[in-house]
């Protein structure tokens, strides 16, 4: 407990009553997400500390940019709520979406380490606030703990063998799969407890039998989730309507309901 009063404290990270744009500090729920992801979480509380003191809080609505492709890199970045659209345009000006990146994920040290320029452009998808460790501050928290640098290279193994399975993924498993993949990556991230009349019947018991449902908040369109896959919106659409007439998944105007956990599952090992 006082490790984490000592986090809180340095980190300047009490919550506000009511955030706003200009909030220079991190609520309760986005104080978690950045406590309780997978890589940070798995750093040592003295280098969590140093790293937290020197952070700062960014907010920005729906669709602003974050920071464009060719652009020099000014911070080492996490999603603390939101979520950040990472996408390129192409000459006929065509936003491609690659990927989102989720509360609790750290990006933007590849640009700082090799001292190119950004290769994407980053949106914020949804109300989206970061928590920002200036080049500078990095590179010198880099210089007191070289503890850091074992664990960047933790950090980028771990993003390597997520890029070749998903190259894998690709060549060697048909689209129903990988859109299930998708689908419950983003139903892990993003994923919240329904009220019971908009995921069960109406006396209340659930619609299908297995793991019961789940919404995704992540609201997407089938384009994008389309090109993240590889594949066509056509054929995308057409899967997610096979799903929905096995009662696996519902389609609605607020996002995607997952009716059965266990069975979106099953789906994601085909071929496996």
């Not at 809180?8 to 919550?15: F, K, Y």
Request: charged letters at 25%; a positive charge; glycine letters at 6%.
């Amino acid at each position: 407990m006082r490790q984490i009063a000592i986090e809180i404290e340095q980190a300047r990270v009490q919550p506000p009553t009511r955030p706003t744009m200009d909030d220079p500090i991190l609520n309760l729920e986005e104080r978690e997400a950045i406590n309780n992801g997978r890589w940070f979480s798995s750093l040592s509380p003295s280098l969590r500390h140093d790293i937290l003191r020197c952070a700062y809080v960014k907010r920005f609505k729906d669709g602003d940019l974050i920071s464009s492709r060719g652009a020099t890199p000014a911070a080492w970045i996490a999603c603390a709520k939101g979520a950040v659209r990472v996408c390129s345009t192409s000459t006929t000006g065509k936003q491609v979406t690659f990927s989102y990146v989720e509360p609790g994920i750290w990006f933007g040290d590849v640009a700082i380490f090799d001292g190119d320029r950004r290769t994407h452009d980053a949106y914020a998808h949804g109300e989206t606030s970061l928590l920002c460790v200036s080049r500078a501050d990095f590179e010198k928290i880099l210089d007191m703990r070289p503890e850091l640098y074992k664990a960047l290279m933790q950090l980028q193994a771990r993003r390597i063998r997520q890029l070749f399975m998903m190259v894998e993924d690709l060549s060697t498993l048909p689209l129903r799969a990988r859109l299930a993949k998708r689908l419950n990556a983003l139903l892990a991230a993003y994923g919240t407890a329904p009220q019971n009349r908009a995921a069960n019947g109406a006396n209340g018991a659930n619609e299908v039998n297995g793991d019961g449902a789940a919404r995704i908040g992540l609201q997407l369109a089938q384009e994008e989730l389309a090109q993240m896959l590889g594949a066509s919106r056509q054929r995308v659409n057409q899967e997610l309507k096979n799903m929905e007439r096995e009662q696996v998944i519902r389609v609605e105007p607020a996002g995607l309901l997952v009716r059965d956990r266990a069975a979106l599952r099953r789906i994601a090992e085909m071929n496996q």
